[in-house]
């Protein structure tokens, strides 16, 4: 079975300072690993995904990941934050056989203070 | 290119009623997904309909159900409303699903208040 652990309830950081936001994933085979952003009251957003390659994956909004197979982690990070970055961001992973669900890890919430 | 669509978006029912919810994809796409979100649960995956097909189910007693139609659009339907269905309803739609890599793209929700 597959499973996301994002091990911080929530993760404070100043505006202008990086930020990064914890992943680790179990899973059998290759891994698709996702981010998203749940603001207030909305759906999710895509954010970025790995799919092979590039470890580095650059996404939406100044966002980027960065893919460890021997650490089976899948951080999350910006160089800058913002305080509208301030919002729930989930990690999701499914294995590379062909009618896999999509796990998610429970959410972390980002909180950018001024 | 418009986004996945879900109405209701609020939805307040009392226990024993049952509600159906519904979701329309992006132009496109023909896999629809479902997932519950509760603050102590978190994101748990319903089930996914492909081609008015059921493809994958979670881990939820028979009240919960779905189905899909030929233009893709989806709903599903909770029965026999218990308190603890109360929570944010996902519709999300992908392309076809079966590639892995497929990215799923999520509607706004539809909130459900169970009294």
């Known amino acids: 079975a597959q499973s996301v652990a994002q091990p911080e309830d929530q993760v404070n950081v100043a505006e202008g300072n990086p930020l990064t936001v914890k992943c680790t994933y179990s899973v059998s085979g290759n891994p698709y690993l996702f981010w998203y952003v749940q603001y207030p009251n909305r759906g999710l957003q895509f954010l970025l995904k790995?799919?092979?390659?590039?470890?580095l994956v650059k996404g939406s909004y100044g966002f980027e990941a960065e893919f460890n197979k021997s650490q089976t982690s899948f951080h999350l990070k910006k160089p800058s934050a913002l305080v509208s970055d301030s919002a729930l961001y989930f990690c999701a992973v499914r294995d590379n056989s062909g009618y896999s669900t999509l796990t998610f890890g429970k959410g972390t919430m980002l909180l950018v203070s001024p | 290119k418009a986004g996945v669509t879900q109405t209701p978006r609020y939805l307040i029912k009392t226990r024993g009623q049952q509600v159906t919810l519904s979701c329309s994809p992006i132009s496109g796409h023909r896999s629809v997904s479902w997932y519950q979100q509760t603050p102590g649960q978190g994101l748990q995956f319903l089930f996914e309909?492909?081609?008015?097909?059921?493809?994958n189910k979670g881990n939820f007693p028979g009240r919960f159900s779905g189905r899909q139609f030929s233009n893709s659009r989806s709903e599903m339907n909770v029965s026999t409303l218990e308190l603890g269905d109360s929570a944010l309803y996902l519709c999300a739609s992908s392309l076809a699903g079966s590639n892995p890599s497929d990215t799923q793209y999520f509607g706004p929700g539809t909130r459900l208040t169970v009294l």
């Open positions: 309909y492909f081609s008015e097909t059921q493809r």
């Open positions: 790995y799919i092979t390659g590039d470890n």
